[in-house]
């Protein structure tokens, strides 16, 4: 099966900088990755799809690359609010499956 | 659209008894799935299905069972509660299955088994 290491310790960033988050895998490489934002007591909510063919992608503030050579996908927040902070999770596909990763938390601090 | 509803949002069971989580989405969705979800461990897929009359187990299937009479509700049995069941639940679906087809969650039921 897949295994995926997001940074395992919390970030924490004053508003107004840039977090960058780490996601990691191992084995395959998949044709896609998904980054999720799960706040406390709630259930994770779709963010950004990147495909393997597809260097980086952009969303608002969020901009997410994808390298199949280090096998690593890098989740960027620029000018980061108070707002942002979550715990963000990177979901690769295989067979039927989505894997995740265990998260990072931000806290983004005002 | 409520998206996906997940029942009840805290339960806590004695070792041994059984409980039925419900799970329905009004997206008209073909996938569905469980996960669940412990401190550093990240989501573990349980069991899946790819529409109804059709199901598979995931990662981390044992002491549970599924069904899918229909398109909307896929519930997620426990039978004879064991402690290691205690735990947040997470049930999702997607239009398409993977790997480009985003999941839906709904807001997860946290399960206590003493």
């Known amino acids: 099966s897949q295994k995926i290491e997001q940074n395992s310790e919390a970030l924490n960033i004053q508003e107004g900088k840039t977090a960058t988050l780490t996601c990691n895998y191992t084995n395959y490489s998949p044709a896609y990755l998904q980054w999720y934002r799960q706040d406390p007591g709630r259930g994770p909510v779709f963010l950004l799809l990147i495909r393997e063919n597809e260097k980086e992608k952009r969303k608002e503030r969020l901009k997410v690359t994808f390298d199949t050579t280090l096998k690593q996908s890098l989740f960027h927040i620029t000018a980061s609010q108070p707002a942002d902070s979550a715990t963000y999770l990177c979901a690769l596909a295989g067979g039927n499956q989505f894997y995740f990763g265990t998260g990072t938390s931000l806290t983004v601090i005002p | 659209n409520a998206g996906v509803t997940q029942t009840p949002k805290f339960r806590i069971l004695k070792i041994g008894q059984s409980m039925t989580l419900q799970c329905a989405q009004d997206m008209n969705h073909n996938y569905m799935y469980w996960y669940r979800q412990d401190p550093g461990m990240g989501l573990k897929l349980i069991y899946y299905?790819?529409?109804?009359?059709?199901?598979d187990k995931g990662e981390v299937p044992n002491g549970y069972n599924v069904s899918r009479s229909t398109t909307e509700d896929f519930p997620l049995r426990l039978e004879l509660a064991a402690p290691s069941q205690t735990s947040v639940y997470f049930c999702a679906s997607s239009y398409a299955g993977p790997p480009s087809s985003p999941l839906h969650f709904g807001n997860g039921t946290r399960l206590t088994v003493t």
């Open positions: 299905s790819v529409g109804a009359g059709i199901t």
